[in-house]
């Protein structure tokens, strides 16, 4: 059974960082690329960063383009979202994706496993 864990999410203040971690377990993570997407009230899911299965390419919409970077650890099955500058904005859950898909990708369709989130709340 695939299970993705996100982690680390709090309140913050506006201007702070944070980092967020998802641990996959019952995969073979490496084959995997993985994504974090965000969804706040009111809105449709959103993708914030892509990274490929050795983190070798990543992508990233403009609107979090030199703030947020991803990464991730294969020995340790999880990947990182490393968000800085945070904004009001940028409150949401986050969630961690996983794709058999070989490069990332933005498409929440192409993603196969998702976690339960966890809540990023930033204050003004």
């Known amino acids: 059974q695939v299970q993705l864990v996100e982690s680390g999410g709090r309140l913050v203040q506006a201007g702070g960082s944070l980092k967020l971690s998802c641990v996959a377990s019952?995969?073979?993570?490496?084959?995997?690329?993985m994504g974090w997407f965000r969804q706040a009230p009111g809105k449709e899911r959103e993708f914030v960063a892509g990274?490929?299965?050795?983190?070798?390419?990543?992508l990233y919409p403009d609107s979090v383009k030199g703030r947020f970077t991803i990464s991730r650890l294969n020995v340790k099955n999880t990947v990182y979202l490393q968000m800085n500058t945070l904004k009001p904005e940028d409150t949401a859950v986050y969630y961690c994706?996983?794709?058999?898909?070989?490069?990332?990708?933005?498409?929440?369709?192409?993603?196969?496993?998702w976690g339960q989130g966890t809540q990023v709340t930033v204050s003004s």
């Open positions: 990274i490929d299965w050795n983190g070798g390419s990543t």
């Open positions: 019952g995969l073979t993570f490496s084959r995997y690329a």
């Open positions: 994706a996983a794709s058999r898909i070989v490069n990332p990708t933005d498409r929440s369709s192409e993603y196969q496993y």
